[in-house]
């Protein structure tokens, strides 16, 4: 409750609404009264957080892939937020404090194309990753000239690949050179596809992981 010191025409102490007055050194003073949070770390928020952090870290070597598959989706945001905001949603496993990315789930590619069809990831050239997959050339949408954009990702290195201007749909694959010190490492492996011009893509497809020779 605020308490009057000169008057109803003159200053007050204390809380009214959302002011609070005071007197300093005989001259009345107001400002804006906030709330303070009881407890910012919930549970909820700590989870939520955790969550973010770790979906951020995993898309940061993905930026420059995201960047042009995501870009539809980037309506009032940046693609690389689009891209983060969606797989925060489905792409997380586990509980807290122990998550982790579900590779099965993610996608580095959103849009109206058709996907590549059975894809299949192979390690048989030192240095190098396989890509394989069946021409679905058809209809409006599926173009025999559209291209395969591919996507390795090292999480050891914390560090991607990328290739967008590959073979064409009716291709059927497209090896990818790595750097030579990801001998040993596990990559996971994403491949969309992009009309001939690239304004528009595929949802990416997960091919695997493979251990690199």
Avoid: H
């Amino acid at each position: 409750m605020a308490k009057l010191v000169e008057g109803v025409l003159g200053g007050f102490r204390g809380k009214v609404g959302t002011v609070v007055g005071n007197i300093w050194k005989g001259v009345a003073t107001m400002r804006v009264y906030v709330a303070s949070i009881s407890n910012p770390k919930t549970a909820a928020q700590l989870a939520q957080r955790a969550k973010f952090a770790l979906m951020v870290q995993f898309m940061k070597p993905l930026a420059d892939f995201v960047r042009a598959t995501f870009k539809k989706l980037a309506i009032k945001k940046t693609a690389f937020n689009a891209a983060v905001s969606y797989n925060l949603k489905r792409a997380i496993t586990g509980t807290y404090p122990d998550y982790d990315v579900d590779y099965t789930k993610v996608l580095v590619s959103q849009g109206t194309l058709p996907g590549a069809l059975n894809p299949e990831v192979t390690a048989t050239v030192a240095g190098e990753i396989g890509f394989t997959w069946e021409d679905n050339t058809g209809g409006p949408y599926a173009k025999a000239t559209d291209k395969a954009a591919l996507c390795v990702y090292n999480p050891a290195k914390g560090y991607s690949v990328d290739l967008f201007d590959g073979n064409t749909r009716a291709g059927g694959s497209q090896s990818v050179t790595l750097p030579a010190n990801w001998t040993g490492d596990e990559v996971q492996c994403f491949i969309a596809f992009s009309n001939a011009n690239g304004s528009v893509y595929s949802n990416s497809a997960f091919v695997g992981g493979i251990i690199v020779l």
